[in-house]
């Protein structure tokens, strides 16, 4: 099997550079795309399909009116999982590169105070993994070491969304240079969550963003690519988790080492096809043994909604199943997003959205810094 650096360089994409227009309706689609779906699915988040069914029956797509799961919740916001994106990008923005001290340190400031600009008193809808992280005494001198002291200790087992929530923005930043997704990805991934399918995961939505960018409109051909460079990208992630693990404490690599196989177990590349290339016919995926917030299933719910063409009946779809609601629906409707553009998002939601004005000048200031 090739590298991941041979594949990408011996990919032979057909593609058509996208106008200045056309890409930046394709970069707002994916933001905003994002952002609704975050803002609907927060109404029923960890509710029951049959509570979801009741609550969404005979009712327009709103963010207005109605209770909603979410404590503290107003009327047309997001959730952390737009937050954290946006984290990502205005780092970026400010620096110019990618860069997860940076990141972990807006992580903190923002979980304990928001974004104040926009009269928020501190970060909410933080998963339990995340919270843990940023907890650690070690996360703002080095990420990666505290997820990563998080992770064994949990028996190296937190396949969570944490990471692909957040990193789609990613494919973005450096679109032309699918190398330096796969990188970028992997480093913001891991600031928080060292599971090799949280970071697969969040390379494989990163990667799909940048191929639509770059132009190219087969949907099959983008799943085919993103899942290609993704095993690959696993394959060296396990490698490195060996030198990573030499970081941590003695009792720590013990656990580590105990764990191994399992990791390597779950991490099988025919596990993340089922999920990238899911065979959807009656269910959003196929499989969902590991229940709620699983990043796989996030991962195929997201490349699910890429496949459909209305983005108002696909969000529907996945609010409607409840669980991990606004996660899967802020993923699915920014992969959506990006193919289909902002021009075909409904302006009836967009106009909801409390903080629209603000999402539109990042979405500006980015597009301005990355389109060549």
Same mark, same amino acid.
């Given at each position: 099997?090739?590298?991941?650096?041979?594949?990408?360089?011996? =990919?032979?994409?057909?593609?058509?550079?996208?106008?200045?227009?056309?890409?930046?309706?394709?970069?707002?689609?994916?933001?905003?795309?994002?952002?609704?779906?975050?803002?609907?699915?927060?109404?029923?988040? /960890?509710?029951?399909?049959?509570?979801?069914?009741?609550?969404?029956?005979?009712?327009?797509?709103?963010?207005?009116?109605?209770?909603?799961?979410?404590?503290?919740?107003?009327?047309?916001?997001?959730?952390?999982?737009?937050?954290?994106?946006?984290?990502?990008?205005?780092?970026?923005?400010?620096?110019?590169?990618?860069?997860?001290?940076?990141?972990?340190?807006?992580?903190?400031?923002?979980?304990?105070?928001?974004?104040?600009?926009?009269?928020?008193?501190?970060?909410?809808?933080?998963?339990?993994?995340?919270?843990?992280?940023? &907890?650690?005494?070690?996360?703002?001198?080095?990420?990666?070491?505290?997820?990563?002291?998080? /992770?064994?200790?949990?028996?190296?087992? =937190?396949?969570?969304?944490?990471?692909?929530?957040?990193?789609?923005?990613?494919?973005?930043?450096?679109?032309?240079?699918?190398?330096? $997704?796969?990188?970028?990805?992997?480093?913001?991934?891991?600031?928080?969550?060292?599971?090799?399918?949280?970071?697969?995961?969040? $390379?494989? $939505?990163?990667?799909?963003?940048?191929?639509?960018?770059?132009?190219?409109?087969?949907?099959?051909?983008?799943?085919?690519?993103?899942?290609?460079?993704?095993?690959?990208?696993?394959?060296?992630?396990?490698?490195?988790?060996?030198?990573?693990?030499?970081?941590?404490?003695?009792?720590?690599?013990?656990? !580590?080492?105990?764990?191994?196989?399992?990791?390597?177990?779950?991490?099988?590349?025919?596990?993340?096809?089922?999920?990238?290339?899911?065979?959807?016919?009656?269910?959003?995926?196929?499989?969902?043994?590991?229940?709620?917030?699983?990043? !796989?299933?996030?991962?195929?719910?997201?490349?699910?909604?890429?496949?459909?063409?209305?983005?108002?009946?696909?969000?529907?779809?996945?609010?409607?199943?409840?669980?991990?609601?606004?996660?899967?629906?802020?993923?699915?409707?920014?992969?959506?997003?990006?193919?289909?553009? !902002?021009?075909?998002?409904?302006? &009836?939601?967009?106009?909801?959205?409390?903080?629209? $004005?603000?999402?539109?000048?990042?979405?500006?200031?980015?597009?301005?810094?990355?389109?060549?």
């Amino acid at each position: 099997m090739a590298s991941l650096q041979d594949y990408i360089s011996q =990919l032979n994409l057909i593609t058509e550079k996208l106008t200045k227009e056309e890409f930046s309706d394709k970069i707002k689609g994916s933001l905003f795309g994002m952002a609704i779906g975050d803002a609907l699915g927060a109404r029923t988040e /960890f509710v029951s399909k049959e509570k979801c069914i009741e609550f969404w029956q005979n009712k327009p797509l709103s963010m207005l009116g109605w209770e909603c799961s979410m404590p503290n919740w107003e009327e047309g916001d997001w959730s952390d999982d737009t937050d954290q994106t946006l984290l990502i990008i205005l780092s970026w923005l400010a620096l110019e590169r990618v860069d997860d001290t940076d990141f972990g340190a807006r992580l903190k400031h923002w979980l304990d105070h928001g974004f104040e600009e926009l009269g928020d008193t501190g970060g909410c809808g933080v998963g339990a993994v995340t919270q843990e992280v940023i &907890s650690h005494e070690k996360f703002l001198e080095s990420p990666w070491i505290a997820a990563l002291e998080v /992770f064994v200790k949990r028996n190296c087992n =937190l396949a969570r969304t944490g990471a692909i929530m957040r990193t789609h923005g990613l494919g973005m930043i450096d679109y032309e240079d699918l190398g330096a $997704v796969v990188r970028s990805a992997i480093l913001m991934a891991k600031a928080t969550h060292s599971d090799p399918r949280s970071v697969g995961s969040a $390379v494989a $939505v990163s990667v799909s963003i940048s191929l639509m960018l770059k132009g190219l409109r087969n949907i099959e051909q983008v799943l085919d690519i993103a899942y290609e460079i993704t095993r690959r990208a696993m394959e060296d992630y396990l490698n490195q988790l060996d030198t990573m693990t030499s970081s941590i404490a003695a009792e720590l690599q013990n656990i !580590y080492l105990q764990q191994k196989p399992n990791i390597i177990l779950s991490s099988n590349p025919e596990i993340l096809r089922k999920y990238i290339r899911p065979s959807i016919e009656n269910d959003l995926i196929p499989l969902e043994e590991e229940g709620d917030g699983y990043t !796989y299933k996030c991962m195929g719910v997201g490349f699910w909604g890429l496949s459909q063409n209305d983005y108002s009946t696909m969000i529907r779809r996945v609010i409607t199943e409840g669980g991990d609601a606004d996660t899967n629906a802020a993923v699915a409707g920014s992969l959506l997003g990006c193919r289909i553009g !902002y021009s075909q998002l409904p302006q &009836s939601l967009i106009l909801q959205l409390k903080h629209r $004005v603000w999402l539109e000048n990042i979405a500006d200031h980015l597009i301005n810094k990355i389109y060549h």
